[in-house]
């Protein structure tokens, strides 16, 4: 759909159902508008690819439905507000540099019917009074690694803030720590927690800013979801920390025992006030053993291939690799001894010889000398023996910004590849036709920063790297 400056698409609409539903992309450079605030009256997107939203004309849009079923979902080259309603059934919506922008004012707050997906990048929602419940306090937000993980927000005013205004969040997928990390926090100065603070998560923070000049007192209750966090083995020595600009982390307001799983666990405060920077900080039962930069399994004739790379290793004995059938119950296949201390790359290579039919899953279980572990990310395999290709290496050209990589065996279809950014932006794709020996790909990236790579194969093959351009 491209709608021309200078062309109106409206939908005036009363309490009929009606909307606009797009299955493609999307450029408005004149104006487009869903006029009734009647939730019955929509724009969806509901493509089985990957859909953009692009364009500088006016998008007044008051209910949005989400309902894509493709692997990236929604990707914004624009801002986008949703004056009303936010539906997510399904599929994620990649912000980028902009920002999905729910609610106008503090007269007009906006809510969220949420089933599935996420919001990587930055989202904005309005706050007056108090407030409780996902409707009004989520902010579904995600990151795409190795695959997508939880990285959800909810916030909820218990008393309300003298001035209302806006709050924009956004996942940093960058390191706590810093030189004023401001450790170890005492258990006496932790609001609640009853041991001392000792690590700060490796894995990222996230940023809340409010508007200049509001949202500045008043209370709330604010939790924290963070899906596959690889270096949390105890959840009941988690806690929520806080920090303004660079100065140190701290314990604002009280305590909440985190709860949840250690695949998924979600730390709490409440009474807290004020804004900058929130993260996880735990006791001494969560160290930080291994920087795990990559981890994949790849069918190949008729094994799995299983390939990991750590950036750096602190007191590490050994790997298990673990396999399930049900992404629940695992088992051990085999072992392989760790580094101890090392703080250079190393690449690490097992084999699965009897891999399971159909689709099966694998996880890294990382023990330390002192017998203390934890959890890689899961990866899934469809295990097909007429896939017998692999990738072994991709490095990334910082002169040209093409990507090299190595090729072996046999592939029996074509191959795509999709290049992101941190933030889950695409940045490029395209697709290839597989040959034994070296490849080169024009990705373009001539920018700084980290970048995955995710190769796919029609016949099930699957991998994912991640570059530097330094």
């Known amino acids: 759909m491209n709608i021309r400056s200078g062309n109106t698409l409206t939908n005036a609409g009363a309490s009929d159902g009606t909307g606009f539903d797009f299955k493609g992309n999307v450029t408005v450079n004149g104006s487009i508008t869903v006029q009734s605030a009647s939730t019955a009256n929509y724009l969806q997107f509901s493509g089985s690819a990957t859909q953009t939203v692009s364009g500088t004309g006016t998008m007044n849009i008051q209910n949005l439905r989400i309902n894509n079923t493709s692997v990236f979902g929604i990707d914004l080259q624009r801002n986008l507000t949703v004056n009303n309603q936010l539906v997510m059934t399904d599929g994620h919506i990649q912000t980028g540099a902009n920002i999905l922008e729910l609610g106008t004012s503090t007269s007009n707050l906006g809510t969220l019917a949420y089933t599935d997906g996420y919001v990587l990048g930055r989202m904005r929602r309005w706050f007056n009074g108090t407030n409780s419940g996902d409707a009004s306090s989520k902010f579904p937000m995600g990151i795409l690694a190795a695959d997508y993980h939880d990285r959800a927000v909810t916030l909820e005013y218990t008393s309300a803030a003298t001035t209302p205004g806006h709050l924009t969040v956004e996942f940093i997928n960058s390191p706590m720590a810093s030189t004023t990390a401001g450790l170890p926090i005492l258990a006496a100065n932790t609001g609640g927690a009853s041991f001392d603070v000792e690590y700060v998560e490796d894995e990222g923070y996230w940023q809340i800013d409010n508007q200049t000049g509001t949202l500045t007192d008043g209370q709330y209750t604010i939790n924290l979801t963070g899906e596959e966090f690889q270096t949390v083995t105890d959840v009941s020595n988690l806690t929520l920390l806080k920090r303004v600009g660079t100065g140190p982390w701290t314990c604002p307001g009280n305590h909440i025992a985190a709860s949840g799983p250690t695949n998924k666990p979600v730390v709490s405060r409440t009474a807290v006030s004020g804004f900058s920077n929130f993260g996880f900080g735990s006791g001494p039962n969560n160290p930080l053993p291994i920087e795990l930069l990559s981890f994949t399994a790849t069918p190949q004739s008729d094994l799995v291939n299983l390939e990991w790379t750590t950036a750096s290793e602190i007191n590490n ?53 002192n017998g203390d572990f934890s959890y890689s990310q899961t990866v899934a395999v469809n295990f097909n023996s007429s896939v017998a290709g692999n990738i072994h290496w991709l490095n990334l050209n910082s002169e040209t910004g093409n990507l090299h990589g190595a090729l072996s065996g046999r592939f029996d279809d074509i191959l795509h590849y999709s290049v992101y950014d941190m933030s889950g932006r695409i940045i490029s794709n395209g697709s290839f036709n597989p040959s034994q020996g070296l490849f080169t790909i024009e990705s373009g990236l001539t920018n700084q920063g980290i970048y995955l790579v995710r190769f796919t194969g029609d016949s099930g093959y699957s991998s994912i790297f991640k570059v530097s351009h330094q």
């Open 317 to 369: 004995d050994f790997f298990a690799v673990e396999r399930s059938s049900d992404a629940k119950n695992f088992k051990l296949i085999s072992t392989k001894p760790g580094a101890g201390n090392s703080t250079v790359l190393r690449n690490y290579t097992e084999v699965d010889k009897t891999p399971l039919n159909g689709i099966s899953y694998y996880r890294l279980k990382q023990t330390d000398f």
